[in-house]
């Protein structure tokens, strides 16, 4: 297990009240390993799986670099407009990841959430928090295994608004 994310579950694993992951082997795996080690309840989403890259699926940028450098440059510089061949387009992405967001925020309320999830699904919560375009989403830093914590504060919840305040921690 990474030791970032073993040092923050030292210190908050008390704080948590469940885990919802990415069914991909490289959440799943780390969030059924904490679930069973701190007793939390574990819940799948495929909707906080990565984007799909379509024929770039499994290759790095180093490679994609030598065989399509022009079209990863294009989509770096805008994803909005550049998808990949093939792939999932951004604002496809960016839908399937606010909706189990809106979900998760809805059906959880009050709750301390871990989620496990990847750098993209990462970047579109952090670009809709912070309220940044879409389309700067390749300027967030979401190193590897890095752990984020999102504060989302509901006002008058009595009253059952939808008032809510955000903010982000590393």
Request: glycine share 4%; charged share 25%.
């Amino acid at each position: 297990m990474n030791a970032a994310i073993k040092q923050g579950m030292t210190k908050q694993a008390r704080m948590w009240d469940r885990i919802i992951s990415s069914p991909l082997q490289r959440c799943a795996d780390v969030a059924q390993t904490l679930g069973q080690q701190y007793s939390l309840p574990v819940q799948l989403d495929a909707r906080f799986k990565e984007m799909h890259f379509g024929r770039w699926e499994g290759r790095t940028a180093s490679e994609l670099m030598a065989t399509d450098e022009k079209a990863l440059t294009q989509f770096w510089n805008d994803p909005v407009k550049n998808t990949p061949p093939e792939a999932e387009p951004l604002l496809a992405f960016q839908q399937r990841v606010l909706s189990a967001w809106t979900d998760l925020l809805r059906d959880w309320q009050g709750e301390h959430i871990l989620l496990i999830t990847h750098g993209g699904v990462i970047r579109i919560l952090l670009c809709h928090v912070q309220q940044h375009p879409i389309k700067q989403l390749m300027d967030i830093e979401v190193k590897h295994a890095a752990l984020k914590q999102l504060r989302i504060e509901h006002s008058d919840a009595a009253a059952n608004t939808q008032r809510r305040s955000a903010s982000l921690d590393d």
